[in-house]
Protein backbone atom coordinates (compact mmCIF):
# COMPACT_ATOMS: atom_id res chain seq x y z
CA UNK A 1 0.00 0.00 0.00
CA UNK A 2 1.32 3.48 -0.85
CA UNK A 3 2.76 5.85 1.82
CA UNK A 4 1.69 9.76 1.90
CA UNK A 5 3.34 11.87 3.56
CA UNK A 6 1.92 15.75 4.37
CA UNK A 7 3.67 18.74 4.67
CA UNK A 8 4.67 20.87 6.52
CA UNK A 9 5.29 18.61 9.72
CA UNK A 10 6.11 15.25 7.90
CA UNK A 11 2.93 13.28 8.54
CA UNK A 12 2.62 10.11 7.18
CA UNK A 13 0.03 7.84 6.18
CA UNK A 14 -0.13 4.68 4.52
CA UNK A 15 -3.23 4.20 2.38
CA UNK A 16 -5.05 1.62 -0.19
CA UNK A 17 -4.22 2.25 -4.38
CA UNK A 18 -7.08 4.76 -5.12
CA UNK A 19 -7.64 6.54 -2.13
CA UNK A 20 -8.16 10.36 -2.31
CA UNK A 21 -5.80 12.90 -1.30
CA UNK A 22 -8.50 14.23 0.45
CA UNK A 23 -9.36 10.73 2.74
CA UNK A 24 -5.60 10.45 2.87
CA UNK A 25 -4.88 13.64 4.54
CA UNK A 26 -8.21 13.06 6.87
CA UNK A 27 -6.28 9.82 7.86
CA UNK A 28 -2.90 11.21 8.99
CA UNK A 29 -4.90 13.90 11.11
CA UNK A 30 -4.34 16.58 8.88
CA UNK A 31 -6.55 19.83 8.83
CA UNK A 32 -7.76 20.03 4.51
CA UNK A 33 -9.77 22.75 3.77
CA UNK A 34 -13.32 22.20 2.20
CA UNK A 35 -16.86 23.12 2.78
CA UNK A 36 -18.53 19.98 0.83
CA UNK A 37 -16.61 17.68 3.09
CA UNK A 38 -14.52 15.77 -0.26
CA UNK A 39 -18.06 15.70 -2.26
CA UNK A 40 -16.52 17.12 -5.67
CA UNK A 41 -18.44 21.02 -5.60
CA UNK A 42 -16.48 23.42 -3.55
CA UNK A 43 -12.79 23.25 -4.97
CA UNK A 44 -11.51 24.40 -1.47
CA UNK A 45 -9.29 21.38 -0.74
CA UNK A 46 -6.86 22.18 -3.06
CA UNK A 47 -2.90 20.88 -2.38
CA UNK A 48 0.01 20.79 -4.06
CA UNK A 49 2.20 17.40 -5.33
CA UNK A 50 5.44 18.56 -4.31
CA UNK A 51 7.38 14.77 -4.87
CA UNK A 52 5.48 11.70 -6.80
CA UNK A 53 3.78 13.69 -8.75
CA UNK A 54 3.64 10.56 -11.38
CA UNK A 55 2.17 8.79 -8.26
CA UNK A 56 -1.55 10.67 -8.36
CA UNK A 57 -3.80 9.96 -10.67
CA UNK A 58 -4.37 12.35 -13.81
CA UNK A 59 -5.89 15.46 -13.51
CA UNK A 60 -9.53 15.35 -14.50
CA UNK A 61 -11.95 18.23 -16.39
CA UNK A 62 -13.55 19.02 -12.83
CA UNK A 63 -10.42 19.68 -10.88
CA UNK A 64 -9.56 22.23 -13.83
CA UNK A 65 -13.24 23.90 -12.96
CA UNK A 66 -12.76 24.22 -9.72
CA UNK A 67 -8.94 25.05 -9.13
CA UNK A 68 -9.43 27.89 -11.89
CA UNK A 69 -13.51 28.74 -10.09
CA UNK A 70 -10.69 29.48 -6.64
CA UNK A 71 -8.20 31.36 -8.53
CA UNK A 72 -5.73 28.68 -7.77
CA UNK A 73 -2.84 27.98 -10.24
CA UNK A 74 -3.14 24.90 -12.58
CA UNK A 75 -0.15 23.00 -10.51
CA UNK A 76 -2.66 22.30 -7.52
CA UNK A 77 -4.22 19.34 -7.11
CA UNK A 78 -8.20 19.24 -5.64
CA UNK A 79 -7.88 16.48 -2.99
CA UNK A 80 -11.12 14.66 -2.99
CA UNK A 81 -10.78 14.28 -6.57
CA UNK A 82 -6.82 13.10 -6.76
CA UNK A 83 -6.47 9.29 -6.12
CA UNK A 84 -3.13 7.86 -4.71
CA UNK A 85 -1.63 5.19 -7.14
CA UNK A 86 1.83 5.61 -5.36
CA UNK A 87 4.19 6.82 -2.78
CA UNK A 88 3.66 10.96 -2.86
CA UNK A 89 4.34 13.79 -0.93
CA UNK A 90 1.73 16.40 -0.41
CA UNK A 91 1.92 20.03 0.95
CA UNK A 92 -1.89 21.11 2.44
CA UNK A 93 -0.28 24.85 3.52
CA UNK A 94 1.78 26.89 1.05
CA UNK A 95 0.65 30.18 0.44
Known amino acids: ?3 VTFTPGDFTTE ?3 GTSLY ?3 LQAGRPIASSCAGQWTCGKCNVRVVEG ?3 VSPRVAMEDRLLKKERR ?3 DRISCLAKVLG ?3 ITTSYW
Open 53 to 55: EEN
Open 73 to 75: PPT
Open 15 to 17: VEE
Open 1 to 3: MPI
Open 23 to 25: EAA
Open 87 to 89: PCK
